[in-house]
């Protein structure tokens, strides 16, 4: 299955997410502002604002409300988000990077200033955001946790970290236990990220951006409920990413083209032939969402019918150009001339959005 880069549209919705302004944040944070929602970036000091905003660029628009405001304590993460129900009315969605890696020592050496910080510090900020968002978030939204594949995988000189993610991780099981499929929690579970603070080469390496895709479409698919979401490679994320897009409501502005296709006599399989070869190039356009050949059942010939959807009609008209050179060899196997495929827009009919979702 091929998944769309599409993002969904969070318009309207009120995103918190501590720990931003880090490595893996801030592409959380462009996700969200892309996907054009009102995001939320608690940060404990002044230069880390100024400097984040730097960093954001022209993609810091207004909806982005940086405000220097300790979390990581469980009064300071309740006046948080009692600000945040002041000023904006309420919170739908929360994703937390909080905090980063620690190496240097084995369990047995460590001081406890370093168990202060690299566990009990991390863990009580998120502990306090669960505390302070959870039981007030809008139940169609989500609760994000990121940790690293550290969690189970140990790393000596890094244990510190192996066990504060491994907590996080058992924290998300214990909620979602808890929830009863009440409120969605996920934990999205990290490889090695590239991000604007470590470079790759390494095509298998997932990006900032692309967990902060994942992140959006879990708040965005409402249909799935929560779970650990493994992202330790690019393969990894693209099913995650696959996932969310199948189960997600059918959004505003896509497009569906439908084609019949008459071909001439005893033709009918090079077409089909054709079509599969054009499938894979099709499906990894960025703006494919869909695309799929149908026949008339128990019918060895007699027309074919081709089903695509695009999210946008850019996405659509984009797709047109980069086949068009590809029109006279299906036309060679055609009947009668092709026509272009009649365009049509999902009409939102509410229930189980999955089994009304094209985009799988
Ligand atoms: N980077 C990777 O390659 C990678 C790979 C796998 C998993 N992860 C996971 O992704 C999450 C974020 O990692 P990251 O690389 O983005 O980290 P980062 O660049 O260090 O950013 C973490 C952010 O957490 C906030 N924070 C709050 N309390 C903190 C504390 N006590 N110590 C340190 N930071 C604290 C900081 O924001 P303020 O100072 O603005 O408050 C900081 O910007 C972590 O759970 C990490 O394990 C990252």
Redesign the pocket.
């Given at each position: 299955m091929r998944s769309s880069n599409a993002l969904p549209d969070l318009s309207g919705r009120r995103v918190v997410v501590?720990?931003g302004?880090?490595?893996?944040?801030e592409g959380v944070v462009r996700g969200y502002l892309s996907a054009g929602a009102d995001v939320v970036v608690p940060?404990?000091?002044q230069e880390?604002a100024e400097e984040f905003r730097r960093v954001l660029g022209d993609a810091a628009t207004d909806r982005l409300h940086l405000v220097v405001h300790d979390y990581?304590t469980f009064a300071g993460a309740e006046r948080l988000a009692d600000e945040m129900e002041r000023r904006l009315g309420g919170v739908d969605d929360v994703v937390a990077?909080?905090?980063?890696?620690w190496v240097g020592k084995r369990v047995w050496e460590i001081d406890e200033a370093d168990w202060q910080?690299a566990f009990v510090?991390?863990a009580t900020?998120h502990v306090a955001v669960v505390r302070a968002f959870l039981p007030r978030l809008n139940p169609r939204g989500a609760y994000t946790v990121?940790?690293?594949?550290s969690a189970s995988t140990p790393v000596p000189g890094s244990g510190l970290?192996s066990m504060e993610?491994a907590a996080l991780l058992m924290m998300q099981q214990v909620l979602q236990a808890e929830l009863a499929g009440q409120q969605r929690v996920f934990a999205l579970v990290?490889?090695?990220?590239r991000?604007r603070?470590?470079g790759s080469d390494d095509p298998d390496w997932v990006t900032a951006d692309q967990v902060g895709a994942v992140a959006v479409a879990a708040s965005a698919a409402a249909a799935v409920g929560g779970r650990e979401i493994r992202m330790r490679s690019r393969a990894e994320a693209d099913e995650a990413l696959a996932l969310f897009q199948a189960a997600q409501p059918v959004g505003t502005g896509a497009v569906v083209a439908v084609s019949t296709m008459e071909p001439k006599h005893g033709r009918r399989d090079d077409l089909v032939a054709v079509l599969a070869e054009l499938a894979q190039q099709i499906r990894a356009e960025p703006g494919c969402m869909h695309y799929s050949v149908h026949r008339t059942r128990g019918e060895d010939t007699g027309p074919l019918l081709v089903v695509q959807m695009f999210a946008s009609i850019e996405a659509f008209t984009e797709h047109s150009s980069s086949v068009a050179d590809q029109i006279p060899r299906i036309s060679a196997l055609l009947a009668t001339p092709p026509v272009p495929p009649t365009l049509f827009e999902p009409v939102p009919l509410g229930g189980d959005a999955a089994k009304e979702s094209l985009s799988a």
């Open positions: 501590p720990g302004t880090g490595a893996v944040g940060t404990r000091t880390r990581t990077p909080i905090g980063g890696w910080s510090g991390l900020a990121i940790v690293g594949a970290v993610q990290l490889g090695p990220v991000t603070l470590v």
